[in-house]
């Protein structure tokens, strides 16, 4: 075996994974994970963990694969992580626990990734029961959102004894995991169904169709219904748009709305009625993961897809896997040009986008090159659909139905980093909810340190 290049895993053709909704990466086989994990160095002072939000141990359940030993692998995980065959499959490890790993520096990092993913989806297949608690406390603690923040410090608090609520303001438990990601990147009903039912299983309840701050207020929840603390990981969900001409025609969306009539409301699938219109020829205004997916599922509904984007490939914001993917599907990419204005039919539907294009500049606080137009540059491209993926912030829904409870110029709430500890005596808070949209991992880190921190609270009462 040579040490230096990653096993590779199995994917969908892209000529037949462009025309369905199944899923593209196939993972690991069971001897293709033993193989991966050979190459491990179990090295004593593993820089892998030390870049991993949730701290798994990962020299140790590598190891685990390597002897076949995959429940306790699986074991070694739960102990960090809740969710782990959806992070397997979604979470940025290129930028993290596999940036740091020593094998990077000559060859191929570990698949880390792809490793979780196999020994999650190994013990979803066998039938693992992975939940420990202690005995219940009879202490309530409320969640807000069922995303991957709410679900993580709810499935903390509950190994710890609490009697943790989540109320969801959708009709299903899972956040952007349900109604962004779509079903070719994170299949619903098997994967993340399987991992909400793995928080419940530890006693969490979960109550959908309740927004906080309309069907009931956070104050309600503590001075009325007897919760001792309360956690908000309500997400970033509050598209935003560009404030150009046209933007109001039929046939704009937001990339939330379109990704969530998709994924949430199954339009793509045969007897559901939920209408989506993809429009023949669709330009999709963005570069981040949002964008890629957006565009993805409008190619799989048939469409001639543009991705329109600013600046240039080497600053896609998106993950480069999710790129490559796009381009092998066929999506187009329009790069070094943005929309001035969307052009309407006299019925007001939608028939092009004037863009101008770009030039880079100097770097931005961003540290990325800034993008500048070239004057009397514009020209059209003609598209019956725009998807506008610019990103989100958080709805100010909850922030201003709650006294006390600060938020930023950004509407993102303000919380002690390491303690999610609001400006609200016993609320805490963590993922996008606080930092703006971010990742995964991130919301999960941030939801298990507000366990930690809503425990020891709840223990000097
Ligand atoms: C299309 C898309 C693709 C993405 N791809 C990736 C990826 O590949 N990798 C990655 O790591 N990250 C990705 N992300 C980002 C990632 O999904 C988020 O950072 C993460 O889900 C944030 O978790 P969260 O728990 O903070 O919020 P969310 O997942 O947004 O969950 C918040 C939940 O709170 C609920 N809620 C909101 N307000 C209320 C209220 N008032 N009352 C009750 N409930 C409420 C919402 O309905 C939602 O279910 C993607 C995001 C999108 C939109
Ligand atoms: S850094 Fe790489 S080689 Fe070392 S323990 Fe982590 S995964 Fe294994």
New binding site residues.
């Given amino acids: 075996m040579e040490l230096k290049k990653r096993v590779s895993d199995r994917e969908q053709d892209p000529e037949i994974r462009r025309t369905n909704f199944d899923e593209v990466c196939l993972g690991y086989s069971e001897e293709d994970a033993v193989a991966e994990a050979k190459r491990c160095l179990h090295c004593k002072k593993p820089l892998c963990v030390t870049q991993c939000p949730v701290s798994i141990n990962i020299p140790v359940f590598i190891n685990h694969i390597k002897k076949r030993k995959f429940e306790k692998a699986a074991r070694v995980i739960a102990e960090s992580s809740s969710l782990p065959a959806v992070c397997g499959r ?3 490890q290129e930028s993290q626990c596999e940036e740091r790993c020593v094998l990077g520096k000559k060859g191929d990092a570990v698949a880390i990734g792809k490793l979780e993913r196999f020994v999650a989806d190994w013990s979803r297949e066998n039938n693992i029961d992975l939940s420990q608690t202690l005995p219940k406390n009879g202490r309530k603690v409320a969640v ?7 679900l993580s410090c709810a499935g903390d608090l509950a190994k710890l004894g609490y009697e943790v609520t989540i ?4 009709h299903k438990a ?4 349900v109604y ?2 779509p079903e070719f ?1 994170l299949p619903k009903d098997t994967v993340v169904q399987h991992e909400v039912d793995n928080v419940k299983a530890l006693g969490v309840k979960i109550e959908t169709n ?4 309309r069907t009931v207020t956070l104050d309600e929840l503590i001075h009325q219904e007897g919760f001792e603390a309360v956690f908000i ?5 509050l598209p935003m748009f560009m404030n150009i001409p046209g933007e109001n025609s039929n046939g704009v969306f937001s ?2 709305e379109f ?1 969530t009539r998709n994924n949430l409301m199954k339009a793509f699938k045969e007897g559901y009625d939920t209408p989506i219109r993809a429009g023949k020829k669709v330009a999709v205004v963005g570069g981040g ?2 964008a890629m ?1 957006a565009a993805r599922t409008a190619l799989r509904l048939g469409a001639e897809v543009h991705i329109v984007y600013r600046r240039s490939q080497a600053e896609l914001p998106a ?1 480069a896997e999710e790129v490559h993917h796009a381009i092998e599907e066929g999506i187009i990419f329009d790069l070094l040009c943005n929309p001035v204005e969307i052009l309407a039919d006299e019925k007001g539907w939608v028939k092009g986008i004037r863009c101008i294009r770009m030039e880079l500049g100097e770097p931005d606080a961003s540290g990325r090159r800034r993008p500048v137009e070239i004057p009397g540059s514009e020209f059209e491209i003609e598209v019956d659909t725009v998807i506008m993926s610019l990103g989100t912030t958080p ?1 100010p ?2 922030s201003s139905t709650t006294r006390g409870l600060e938020a930023n110029r950004k509407g993102c709430l303000i919380a002690a980093e390491e303690t999610g500890k609001t400006t609200l005596e016993g609320v805490f808070a963590g ?3 606080v930092t703006g ?7 999960m880190g941030a939801g298990k340190k507000a366990a930690v921190a809503i425990d020891a609270y709840l223990k000097n009462r």
């Fill in positions: 979604v979470c940025p807000i959102g069922a995303g991957p923040s709410g109320f969801e303001a959708l899972g956040g952007v995991l962004g990601i990147r309740v927004i906080i701050g990981g309500s997400g970033a969900g990339a939330n990704l993961n949002v997916d993950r709805n829904l909850i993922g996008d909810a949209a971010a990742t995964v991992i991130l919301a």
